[in-house]
């Protein structure tokens, strides 16, 4: 048996410790101010940006470059095939298992991404859904080959406007979540939405990196003709034989297929692909905004004032 003055010691101990989660819409330089602050803090980087999870996607998922890979040591980048399941679920197991090993080295961890969901389930846990007939998935799954997703996004918005205006509704996986749930219990799914949150025996200092929504959309423009000048097509058309896998079914690279498979001609398809990721960095804002707890801070703000602000926030030894 444990002392009990040994467990408080150790509980004390952790609660020393720092999570300093950076979010912010995609293309917005959370990565470049990871870095910055991994250095400044001496620590390493966890990576809870879900399309940078994947070996087999480099491009078209805007992972560090290899310069900023050698500059601090980074997890759950590239570390699991696109042919591998994996969800948000395991993720925070995995993460939570690194966090403990991190903090026995550092007092400080970086976490960056802009996967909201991936995010929340490492600082607050994930929220718990009552168990629904696997038939009701079956079904969802019959209409999304049939008809295709828009019915399915049309059926949600009926169901559940505030799901709708949240979740990556062009992701079949999560859209079929919510319904399947809307559908089994018969209440909306955002009901079920932060009804209980985990003690984490660390603290969590967020930071959101903003900028005005032209700036945004200007760096998201400017971002995808690099991806595309650096051999995004080509990376593309190299996936093609695992398009029908979940882990594809997301921006850059499901609207390249529709132009290999001559629906679209690939100026078409990579302003599909501008205009996509421009909605799905709308999305995260209406995610982000809803955490009270983020200090938004400018894209272009001195790296000292949000070191001050996080040295504010840390817990005290």
């Not at 999570?19 to 001496?42: E, M, Q, R």
């Not at 591998?84 to 298992?97: L, S």
């Not at 760096?219 to 058309?237: F, Q, S």
Request: with cysteine.
């Amino acid at each position: 048996m444990v002392p009990n003055f040994v467990i408080n010691a150790e509980k004390c101990f952790i609660m020393t410790k720092t999570l300093i989660s950076i979010v912010g819409p995609t293309g917005i330089g959370k990565t470049a101010l990871s870095i910055k602050l991994a250095n400044h803090f001496n620590t390493e980087i966890i990576s809870s940006d879900s399309r940078q999870f994947f070996k087999e996607m480099n491009i078209g998922t805007a992972i560090p470059n290899p310069e900023e890979l050698n500059a601090v040591k980074h997890h759950f980048i590239q570390h699991i095939s696109i042919k591998e399941p994996y969800n948000v679920g395991q993720f925070e197991k995995d993460a939570i298992k690194k966090l403990n090993h991190l903090f026995k080295i550092h007092d400080e961890v970086i976490m960056v991404g802009g996967s909201g969901l991936y995010s929340n389930a490492v600082i607050h846990g994930l929220d718990e859904f009552p168990d629904v007939s696997e038939h009701i998935r079956e079904e969802l799954n019959i209409t999304l080959k049939s008809e295709g997703i828009k019915q399915l996004q049309i059926q949600l918005k009926q169901l559940d406007k505030k799901a709708y205006n949240t979740i990556a509704v062009d992701n079949p996986q999560r859209l079929i979540r919510a319904l399947e749930i809307c559908i089994g219990t018969g209440k909306p799914y955002s009901s079920f939405l932060n009804k209980k949150k985990t003690k984490r025996p660390f603290k969590t200092v967020q930071i959101g990196v903003i900028a005005d929504r032209e700036r945004i959309y200007e760096r998201i423009n400017k971002r995808v003709d690099i991806m595309v000048e650096n051999g995004l097509v080509k990376e593309a058309e190299s996936l093609i034989p695992f398009k029908h896998l979940n882990a594809l079914n997301t921006v850059g690279y499901k609207e390249l297929f529709n132009y290999f498979d001559g629906i679209w001609s690939l100026d078409f398809a990579i302003s599909e692909i501008k205009k996509n990721t421009r909605r799905f960095a709308k999305r995260q804002l209406t995610w982000y905004r809803k955490d009270k707890s983020i200090a938004w801070f400018d894209y272009k703000e001195n790296i000292e004032k949000i070191i001050n602000h996080i040295e504010e926030k840390k817990p005290t030894n």
